[in-house]
């Protein structure tokens, strides 16, 4: 079983910044993948941005440039640095897990509300 653990959304000012946290517990092979995903209303879920066991890293075109994944593995915290925020960018954000590293991802965090006004 994992758990994820989202905090750190809030309400900021277009050009703002804000920084995302997930903490995720549960069966090391279970999160070989882990990743922020956003669903704002009346839209398909997408993939922020993605972070492999190995390091590797994959962005969204829309957030390139602008946001930052990154991992404490010792205390197995996500971080998900957005700078730069646009109104566009305001939606129910999700951190995830999976093993296997494909879509849909397999355990999920109950989100953080980020909102860009």
């Known amino acids: 079983h994992v758990q994820l653990v989202e905090s750190g959304g809030g309400s900021v000012q277009s050009g703002g910044s804000l920084r995302l946290s997930c903490v995720h517990r549960?069966?090391?092979?279970?999160?070989?993948?882990v990743g922020w995903f956003r669903q704002a209303p009346g839209k398909e879920r997408e993939a922020v941005a993605r972070i492999w066991r190995g390091g590797t890293t994959k962005y969204a075109d829309s957030v390139k440039d602008r946001f930052t994944i990154s991992q404490d593995k010792a205390k197995d915290i996500l971080y998900l640095q957005m700078n730069n925020l646009h109104p566009d960018d305001t939606a129910m954000y999700y951190c995830?897990?999976?093993?296997?590293?494909?879509?849909?991802?397999?355990?999920w965090g109950q989100g953080t509300q980020v909102t860009v006004s």
């Open positions: 995830a897990a999976d093993r296997y590293c494909q879509d849909p991802y397999d355990y």
């Open positions: 549960g069966f090391s092979d279970s999160r070989n993948c």
